[in-house]
């Protein structure tokens, strides 16, 4: 069945390392791809999107390229920050076109990551 | 703020009480997704409506239920609560038109159950 799958956390860096939160999808359709990031506390916001094959999403200095030949959607921030400390999520977005059109979420198990001075 | 609006914010009730819970979608948005977030399970699917019909049942218990209004807004009803049903309970809202709208979440309502 459709699924997403992600790097397991936590993953902790000190400020300003690299970081890449790894991302894979199983799906039958063409999805649409994205991220979403939980603050401590708070609700869940998109992050970034990506809707079809080679696009690149980005946001706040956050990409993720949407390989098609990889299923993958990976995560990557050249400079993380104290403030990045949040959970991330991966989701995909099946299209179904009858009875009006409706999406279905699929959503990764999250990757916690803790961020240090 | 994503648009999404869910009442109440934090909801304390003793076990096997019944809660309601409401959310209002974006304007526009067809869709409503209900999600439980607990510490242990991370993010689970509940429901999915979609212009009031249900479209998609996840992980839902046969204690919980849940309907789309003919004006969107949504309400997932919660009964014979048990302590393990704490958590937060995300609704999230999509127009749905085409491939790649963007789903949006509101803040999540609190449930602990004592």
């Known amino acids: 069945g459709d699924s997403v799958t992600q790097m397991e956390g936590p993953v902790t860096l000190s400020e300003e390392a690299f970081l890449t939160i790894n991302c894979t999808y199983t799906?039958?359709?063409?999805?649409?791809l994205f991220w979403y990031v939980q603050y401590p506390g708070e609700g869940l916001q998109l992050l970034l999107k990506?809707?079809?094959?080679?696009d690149k999403g980005s946001n706040k200095g956050f990409e993720a390229t949407y390989r098609k030949e990889t299923t993958s959607f990976h995560l990557e921030k050249g400079s993380v920050q104290v403030s990045d400390s949040a959970v991330y999520f991966c989701?995909?977005?099946?299209?179904?076109?009858?009875?009006?059109?409706?999406?279905?979420?699929?959503f990764g198990a999250g990757t916690r990551l803790a961020v240090h001075p | 703020d994503s648009g999404v609006t869910q009442t109440p914010k934090h909801l304390i009730t003793a076990t096997g009480q019944r809660v309601t819970l409401r959310c209002s979608p974006r304007?526009?948005?067809?869709?409503v997704y209900w999600y439980q977030q607990s510490l242990d399970q991370g993010l689970q699917f509940l429901i999915q409506?979609?212009?009031?019909?249900?479209?998609a049942k996840g992980n839902i218990l046969e204690r919980f239920s849940a309907q789309q209004f003919p004006d969107l807004h949504s309400e997932l009803n919660l009964s014979s609560l048990e302590l393990g049903d704490s958590a937060l309970y995300f609704c999230?809202?999509?127009?749905?038109?085409?491939?790649?709208?963007?789903?949006?979440f509101g803040e999540g309502s609190w449930l602990t159950v004592v």
């Open positions: 989701a995909l977005s099946l299209h179904y076109p009858f009875s009006g059109g409706y999406n279905k979420l699929i």
């Open positions: 999230a809202s999509s127009r749905d038109r085409e491939s790649g709208n963007t789903i949006y």
């Open positions: 409506y979609y212009n009031g019909e249900e479209r």
């Open positions: 990506a809707t079809k094959a080679d």
């Open positions: 799906a039958t359709g063409y999805p649409s």
């Open positions: 304007s526009g948005d067809l869709s």
